[in-house]
């Protein structure tokens, strides 16, 4: 996103707050049956289709050629993505849900802002409010960046290290690319009174309340600081053109680039601002790394996500003995994919990726490809790995960590010729 920060009017002023905002009847109701029309298409079509047994709490289908299922949250199957463009289609796109995908309208559902950090600091009971169709009328913004769960690759700490984690146990399925449209939240926060004292936001989603071991942690919210939503956060609308789907946090997420999914708050219901540091247990009991060498309360928040590739196969692809060409994805928290190398003998040789994006996006993922003709039949171990930017790359084996976040190691991924 380009930044168009300092050209705004001064949105402090009270009056020029209210002109911008307030939207004339005949607009509003252009907007709103607008957004309507959108909505029974995309929502209802969801609904429609699903299945009476859908997964626990996930509205899309999740037909078993496309998804891994893990409880409450859906994991894609990375060959799901062959034959793909640069975006993950929302049908395929992972689910991650604390709870259950919540059906929330889009014509009485308001955005609250409040706190210490706002001029006036507004009370949760009398916040500053947005409607669906006052976000639609601000500038619009879009960009192209992946989502990624913290937990994305915690299945291999098990499966390749032979460590006990907690937690889902993701492959690689746990991410996306989507082309998200909305408006910065930089706007926003702006045009509710943003102050020089706001050190850190607050959003909460609108799904039920999230029960671990019997205890009641509240809504799903988690601190993002100031610097942060300043820079290029989105409160999104859309989601590959189309209206955001319930799954994906309909009608209104956040979307914050490179950082790890659980940013990205879904079914957005209000965002606290405060002149002082925010502490929530997804914060403070999760998303940080626990364990050897690390303090007891655990390293700092986790933000940005590490280096990982996958190739666009079934695990366990059985494949004919002739030539193939394997492709696959690579991404960073840190920036744009460099180099990608592939061995197809477990590890002992490497040879670079031909990378097919030569302009890779910093916020997406690189496609690649391999030519590969395996000469005799039996069962290999095919390897990629990559290194950003800033020179990160991916090790052998994962530093351990209790809750399995960011696996960032090689993944051996196997494959039988026959
Ligand atoms: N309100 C709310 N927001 C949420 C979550 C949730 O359970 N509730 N899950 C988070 C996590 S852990 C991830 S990885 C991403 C997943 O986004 P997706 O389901 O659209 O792929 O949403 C995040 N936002
Ligand atoms: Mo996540």
């Known amino acids: 996103m380009r930044s168009g920060y300092r050209k705004d009017p001064d949105l402090t002023d009270e009056a020029t707050y209210e002109g911008v905002r307030s939207l004339s009847r005949r607009g509003l109701l252009r907007l709103t049956a607008g957004a309507g029309a959108g909505l029974a298409a995309g929502a209802g079509g969801a609904l429609a289709a699903a299945p009476a047994e ?14 891994i299922e893990h409880g409450t949250n859906a994991e894609m199957r990375w060959e799901a993505m062959r034959g793909q463009g640069l975006l993950t289609p929302a049908d395929r796109f992972f689910v991650r849900n604390h709870v259950a995908t919540p059906l929330i309208d889009a014509r009485t559902w308001r955005l609250k802002l409040w706190g210490s950090g706002l001029r006036g600091a507004p009370t949760e009971e009398r916040p500053v409010e947005f409607s669906y169709a006052d976000l639609l009328r601000l500038r619009a913004e879009t960009i192209t960046a992946f989502i990624e769960c913290t937990g994305n690759g915690r299945g291999f700490y098990t499966a390749q290290q032979g460590q006990a984690v907690s937690g889902t146990p993701w492959r690689l399925g746990g991410v996306g690319v989507a082309r998200w449209r909305g408006v910065r939240l930089s706007t926003v926060l702006r045009l509710a009174g943003l102050t020089r004292e706001a050190v850190d936001i607050l959003p909460r989603g609108l799904d039920a309340e999230y029960v ?17 939503a300043m820079k290029d956060v989105l409160l999104a609308y859309e989601m590959n ?3 955001l789907p319930p799954d994906h946090g309909h009608p209104v997420r956040l979307v914050v680039p490179s950082w790890t999914g659980i940013a990205s708050i879904k079914w957005l219901g209000d965002v606290q601002v405060a002149a002082e540091p925010l502490f929530s247990p997804w914060n403070t009991r999760f998303y940080r790394l626990f364990g050897p060498g690390h303090p007891e309360e655990g390293s700092a928040p986790l933000t940005r996500t590490n280096v990982k590739s996958a190739f666009e196969l079934p695990w366990d692809a059985p494949l004919p ?11 960073s928290g840190s920036g744009r994919i460099r180099r990608t190398e592939v061995s197809v003998d477990g590890g002992a040789t490497w040879r670079p990726a031909r990378i097919l994006d030569r302009h890779p996006n910093p916020r997406g993922w690189v496609r690649w490809e391999f030519p590969w003709t395996p000469r005799t039949a039996g069962r290999y171990e095919l390897l990629a790995r990559s ?5 990160a790359s991916q ?5 351990y960590n209790t809750l399995g976040y960011l696996f960032g190691a090689v993944v051996r991924h196997p494959v039988t010729i026959a």
């Open 54 to 67: 859908a997964a626990a709490g996930i509205v899309k289908p999740l037909p078993p050629e496309l998804f």
């Open 212 to 228: 671990d071991k019997g205890e009641n942690l509240g809504r799903v919210r988690r601190p993002l600081p100031v610097a942060k």
């Open 241 to 243: 053109g189309a209206p």
């Open 321 to 331: 003995a002739r030539a193939h060409v394997l492709r696959g994805r690579s991404w």
């Open 387 to 391: 290194t950003d930017e800033t020179g």
């Open 395 to 399: 090790p052998a084996t994962a530093p």
